[in-house]
């Protein structure tokens, strides 16, 4: 299957006019460059917005234009930067009543959580900035538009929780080495108890709405949070083991915060570089592979690439189609099969579907290409 369009084929991806809003009756007249309106995001049911949005459907023509696309893009970065304030304003909360205890009572173990949720708390820095950034339009420059920015503030991420796991780490061998009493353990353990709530809830609400809008920089952060969360019951712990007669209960369980924090760092580590990667699930390969074999017209169905830009899918395609089709006809075969991966395909934003003849037996459509593969 070939990587390059030729003339003598259908299906180049071509921008839509603004006057391509059209009910379900579609006329693809005009090139099929959709963008995607519907928002196939999973979870969510029962929420207001949802049920607006789908109202909002029934009531207003199906449009699947640029405008759209914009739209969609606008909505999720939105999304993501609403999650940001929210959950930066609550980890700031969570971090200053912990740090005045921690400085209060002398506990390591309260120390690295404070500084772990202090992170936690910065990491929505880079976020919101990738956010912003992501809603610019493509440019000549940036043909693709600017969604990879999410991805250098995923690296942002990554750099910071390493940052407060070596802090952490270093304040807890200091502690074991040179002991210190731990005062007022009732507070500290009325600390970590407030650090758990505080991270757990932003957890839940950054990993479902990164999961919804397919942001990868912001799943990591809710799981970074998530162990903020567990790390912050391990206060409790070092605060029984200290007021049962064991003080080095406190500096070890820093130690043990510490390793949690590598493990998150292990986890958003790997998320991040399998999007630098343009890694994605094998299962939405099949499942393209799958609604481009359904489309009637497509005869085969050669290579399917997918990669994320942001948190939105695009995909590139080859689909072999009768070659006795006229340019038209094999064109608008093309057109259907990115209609229906656009629909179907959850947050795909943009599909190129290159058709290739399939026949007459014994001619190689591709011959001058073969030394360029």
Not at 72 to 101: C, K
Not at 304 to 333: C, Q, T, Y
Not at 359 to 371: F, I, K, R, S, Y
């Amino acid at each position: 299957m070939a990587d390059h369009p030729h003339p003598e084929t259908s299906a180049h991806r071509v921008p839509s006019p603004r006057d391509h809003d059209h009910d379900h009756d579609h006329d693809h007249g005009h090139g099929h460059g959709h963008g995607h309106g519907h928002g196939h995001e999973p979870g969510g049911g029962g929420r207001f917005r949802a049920f607006a949005v789908r109202m909002g459907h029934l009531l207003t023509p199906h449009s699947h234009d640029s405008a759209d696309k914009t739209d969609a893009a606008l909505e999720s970065s939105s999304r993501g930067m609403r999650v940001l304030a929210v959950s930066f304003a609550v980890l700031a909360f969570t971090a200053a009543a912990q740090a005045v205890i921690a400085a209060l009572s002398g506990s390591v173990a309260l120390l690295g959580d404070t500084l772990h949720n202090v992170a936690d708390a910065l990491t929505a820095v880079p976020l919101a900035i990738a956010f912003w950034v992501g809603r610019r339009v493509a440019t000549r420059r940036f043909t693709y538009g600017y969604g990879r920015a999410e991805d250098l503030a995923g690296i942002a991420i990554v750099v910071i929780i390493a940052g407060s796991a070596a802090l952490a780490g270093y304040e807890a061998v200091r502690r074991l080495i040179s002991p210190q009493d731990v005062h007022a353990l009732g507070w500290v353990a009325v600390a970590g108890m407030v650090g758990f709530l505080g991270n757990e809830w932003v957890a839940r609400y950054r990993i479902r709405v990164g999961r919804e809008i397919g942001s990868a920089a912001l799943v990591a952060d809710g799981l970074h949070a998530r162990t903020d969360g567990f790390t912050s019951l391990a206060v409790l712990i070092g605060a029984g083991g200290t007021a049962l007669g064991f003080p080095i209960a406190d500096p070890i369980v820093g130690l043990l915060i510490t390793v949690a924090i590598c493990s998150v760092l292990r986890d958003a580590a790997r998320e991040i570089y399998h999007r630098l990667m343009d890694a994605v699930d094998p299962a939405l390969v099949e499942r393209a592979e799958h609604i481009l074999r359904s489309v009637p017209g497509v005869r085969r169905v050669g290579s399917v690439r997918l990669r994320w830009i942001g948190h939105a899918l695009r995909a590139e395609v080859d689909i072999a189609v009768s070659h006795e089709l006229s340019l038209v006809e094999a064109h608008a075969v093309a057109v259907e099969a990115e209609h229906r991966l656009i629909h179907d395909l959850p947050r795909l934003r943009a599909a190129t579907v290159h058709a290739d003849p399939d026949g007459p037996a014994g001619v190689d459509h591709h011959a001058a290409l073969v030394t360029h593969r």
